[in-house]
């Protein structure tokens, strides 16, 4: 058993990408199994500025997959009306997956345009009240916007900016980290 630990990064602090490089190996290094097929599952919708951070990830993930399978993005996004079904079509297609859940999230004032990098599973549709299954081994999240009582109003307001900065921060960030967890000569084609 592990401890809850979740980690901030700040895009603009210059040491913020190396950081999350190292903590996303280290977490991947120490939590999967050998030989357990890698999955990053990345959700949201395109349907609301705030909630299309997940997608845009997978949009700048899913040509890059030669260490993992990507599912979600702009055109097949993954949400709350389909997460399940996707979720079972994962473990049947995927033997014993590790997850990596991308998702955007609401958070504290003083935190908006952070990113989290956690070694518990998300629990997407929180900051909107919705109850769906967990999923991830290991999780990752944009902070788009503040908590408030109106969050689904929140999400539809969120400026595009802070979504696209923080998507390019963890699909780069994530690109650039398999090379360095895997030698080119461990490369899995899918």
């Keep these: 058993m592990f401890t809850s630990k979740v980690s901030y990064y700040y895009p603009s602090d210059h040491k913020a990408f190396k950081n999350f490089q190292k903590d996303l190996k280290r977490k991947i290094l120490t939590q999967r199994k050998k030989n357990q097929p890698l999955v990053i599952v990345c959700i949201g919708t395109d349907r609301a500025t705030g909630d299309c951070l997940g997608p845009l990830v997978g949009q700048y993930l899913q040509h890059n997959t030669s260490y993992f399978s990507v599912y979600g993005c702009l055109s097949h996004p993954v949400h709350a009306q389909n997460l399940t079904e996707t979720i079972r079509h994962i473990y049947q297609l995927h033997t014993d997956p ?93």
Excluded: W
Aim: a positive charge; glycine letters at 6%; one cysteine or more.
């Design 98 to 190: 590790f997850i990596i859940a991308i998702d955007a999230c609401l958070g504290c004032t003083e935190h908006i345009g952070y990113i989290t990098l956690s070694n518990m599973p998300l629990l997407p549709g929180q900051g909107v009240s919705k109850k769906l299954p967990p999923i991830g081994n290991i999780s990752i999240t944009g902070i788009v916007n503040t908590f408030s009582d109106f969050n689904e109003e929140k999400i539809q307001n969120t400026r595009l900016h802070t979504v696209v900065k923080l998507a390019s921060f963890i699909s780069s960030a994530i690109e650039t980290s398999f090379p360095l967890i895997y030698p080119t000569s461990y490369r899995r084609i899918l």
